[in-house]
């Protein structure tokens, strides 16, 4: 898994700078990375994310404290905006007027090029998950704990107080932009007073504030299915947060991290496990049960079996996460030599190697080969 990188480092900031330093080093660096001012360069789009990573991270407090005492382990199982999917669009609706109503990018990214926003998605969240070998190969569901913005359930996500409705914008008449001079150009932009909504709230709701949205802690279940593999991103549609204009819901990304085994290995949808067995095992043959993910499984072990042979186990893999066909194990046999020997395998021992020394004759094994 490739390392990531430093966040207080991407943003050019002190690890004990304040959270107007941290905004501000973000939005210069957003407004030089943003892929509609840098389009087709693919280096600049994966700074921008990276970026908006790190801001998303250090501009949260409790995510900061952990990212402090535990670098990215800190983060895992934490929901994350993402911004490695979806539009861009919606990464700026996440991090909502960072670059400022009366700002003169207004109309470059985006907000003010039709009027009044549309109903927007939710921002999508994601979160990274470990499971055991085991949980990958044969699937399972697992639990977790997010904590998302979801529709106030006093005003149903209208920001109002119950009773009360948002009236419209005077200063743009409801259309959510404003034109003002600039030398020979009449240019249009976010309107300032309701930030590009045509309405204003003129008695916020006492629960969200105004916001439309609250923070809520919830239980998702999520299906792992089988045969997945490590570094896997799955999404949960619908399971990210809220929009606050009657759009739908973002979508969860899990990141799967799948635990390395004590004996298995996986290779493609194969399954390598290293087997001992003993020097009368392999030199007469045996019949031995062997752990699959399946169970045990009886294992013929032929005579006269190397040490380093591989034998497949046909059917013991993994299935594949489309579903389609299993899978081989391949037993890969390791002869062991005892590191200490009772006086009775001594004896035994060297019996055996002087039989062996008869059945060579009067030469050894190096004249035979080389003749002298």
């Not at 996500?157 to 409705?165: L, R």
Request: proline share 3%.
């Amino acid at each position: 898994m490739e390392a990531k990188p430093e966040f207080y480092g991407l943003l050019g900031v002190d690890r004990k700078a304040s959270s107007d330093e941290i905004r501000s080093a973000y939005r210069k660096l957003a407004l030089k990375y943003h892929p509609d001012r840098n389009p087709g360069d693919a280096e600049a789009e994966r700074k921008f994310k990276e970026i908006s990573e790190a801001y998303d991270v250090l501009s949260d407090e409790q995510k900061r404290k952990l990212y402090d005492q535990y670098g990215h382990e800190g983060l895992r199982g934490t929901a994350q905006r993402d911004f490695r999917t979806g539009s861009f669009e919606d990464i700026f609706a996440a991090f909502g007027d960072i670059f400022g109503e009366s700002s003169p990018f207004g109309d470059f990214f985006g907000q003010s090029r039709g009027g009044r926003r549309g109903s927007r998605r939710g921002a999508s969240l994601r979160v990274e998950l470990e499971v055991g070998f085991e949980e990958a190969a044969l699937g399972t569901k697992k639990t977790i704990e997010l904590t998302r913005h979801e529709l106030c359930g006093t005003c149903r996500g209208s920001g109002a107080k119950a009773g009360t409705s948002p009236v419209s914008c005077k200063s743009c008449g409801g259309r959510g932009v404003v034109a003002r001079n600039a030398g020979f150009f009449m240019v249009q932009q976010t309107c300032p007073s309701c930030g590009g909504e045509g309405t204003r709230i003129e008695v916020p709701c006492g629960d969200c504030r105004g916001a439309g949205l609250q923070r809520a802690k919830r239980e998702i279940e999520i299906s792992i299915p089988a045969g997945i593999e490590n570094a896997t991103r799955m999404r949960v549609g619908g399971q990210g947060e809220a929009s606050r204009d009657g759009g739908p819901s973002g979508d969860l990304y899990c990141d799967i991290y799948v635990k390395e085994h004590k004996y298995f290995k996986r290779q493609e949808n194969n399954i390598i496990l290293e087997l001992p067995v003993s020097f009368a095992q392999a030199a007469m043959g045996a019949e031995i049960d062997v752990p699959t993910l399946h169970g045990k499984h009886s294992l013929r072990i032929p005579r006269g079996t190397l040490s380093g042979a591989m034998l497949r186990m046909r059917g013991q893999g993994v299935t594949g996460v489309d579903g389609r066909g299993r899978g081989d194990q391949i037993v890969i046999v390791t002869v062991a030599v005892p590191a200490k020997l009772t006086k009775r395998q001594e004896e035994l021992l060297q019996e055996f190697a002087k039989i062996e020394l008869e059945n060579l004759g009067k030469k050894n094994w190096w004249e035979k080969v080389f003749g002298s």
